[in-house]
């Protein structure tokens, strides 16, 4: 798992360092794809960039990414791109997009990073080896909050039907995976969005071997410290927040014992 996490870490500095650029520079081509969403030169130049570095390191893997058509591999394993996470916020000057790229394996979800060029972070992590960030060459252990109470604790909110979470403390949410993993929030609850496969590629590993965990249903993504996870799934299970609760689980990662 090191093996890869290193390579990993490799493509996307190198692929944060090509976002970094275009960020600065004046001029962003965007485009809109036939969902509305939007695109730049630069999503499509990195995608393109981790793919050659993909398959020069592991040619027997596959590729999906966000913008070009799926490679099949023979090995079993999946890499997963996200050129740039947060496009909008890309495209609008504002700094908390991300370079993401995860891997999955027989096993499920096997590893993820995600760098902030921006901001100069970069979060790491690879089953049963833990979660770390990195802020220029300083490198600390990313370890969720202990707070054991709904009762104050800090949540990032996302998505078009917002709970009411009483007793709850909304904060900050432009980087809530980051907030999450360091112990600066307590949850995050995403409801009412439209979220796909690469979007939701690294949360899993990095919120796991920070400790917490992650539950994704057809109506609510829920991650949190993993104290609060089952007080949390109850609060959205209550039907007096919106028409569709938190209903079937379609994925369910449970923090480490």
């Known amino acids: ?9 490799r493509i996307v500095r190198e692929a944060a360092e090509l976002a970094a650029g275009a960020f600065a520079s004046d001029t962003l081509h965007v485009r809109h794809k036939a969902d ?25 893997d596959g590729v999906a990414g966000e913008e070009r058509p799926e490679r099949c591999g023979t090995s079993g394993r999946r890499w997963l791109v996200d050129p740039i996470s947060g496009t909008a916020d890309f495209v609008r000057g504002r700094p908390t997009y991300s370079v993401d790229l995860a891997m999955t394996d027989a096993h ?3 590893l993820a990073v995600s760098a902030l060029p921006s901001l100069g972070l970069t979060m790491a ?41 009483d007793g709850c403390v909304v904060v900050d949410n432009s980087v809530s995976v980051l907030s999450l993993v360091t112990g600066e929030a307590d949850a995050i609850v995403v409801a009412g969005a439209q979220l796909d496969e690469f979007d ?21 993504v829920l991650a949190t410290n993993g104290v609060l996870h089952e007080a949390f799934l109850g609060v959205l299970s209550r039907p007096t927040w919106e028409s569709n609760p938190v209903s079937t689980l379609l994925q369910s990662v449970s923090r480490p014992s």
């Not at 798992?1 to 870490?9: I, K, S, V, Y």
């Open 125 to 165: 992590a690879g089953r049963g080896i833990g979660c770390r960030v990195f802020n220029g060459a300083d490198e600390t252990a990313a370890r969720v909050s202990t707070q054991d109470s709904v009762v104050g604790a800090r949540v990032c909110l996302h998505g078009k039907k917002k709970p009411a979470l």
């Open 200 to 220: 939701l590629a690294c949360l899993p590993v990095l919120v796991q071997e920070a400790g917490g965990r992650v539950t994704i249903t057809e109506d609510v």
């Open 36 to 60: 509305g969403s939007e695109v730049t030169a630069i999503d499509l130049a990195i995608e393109d960039l981790v793919r050659r570095r993909l398959t020069e390191a592991v040619p027997d």
């Open 108 to 110: 499920g979800p096997a």
């Open 1 to 9: 798992m090191w093996t890869d996490l290193d390579l990993a870490l």
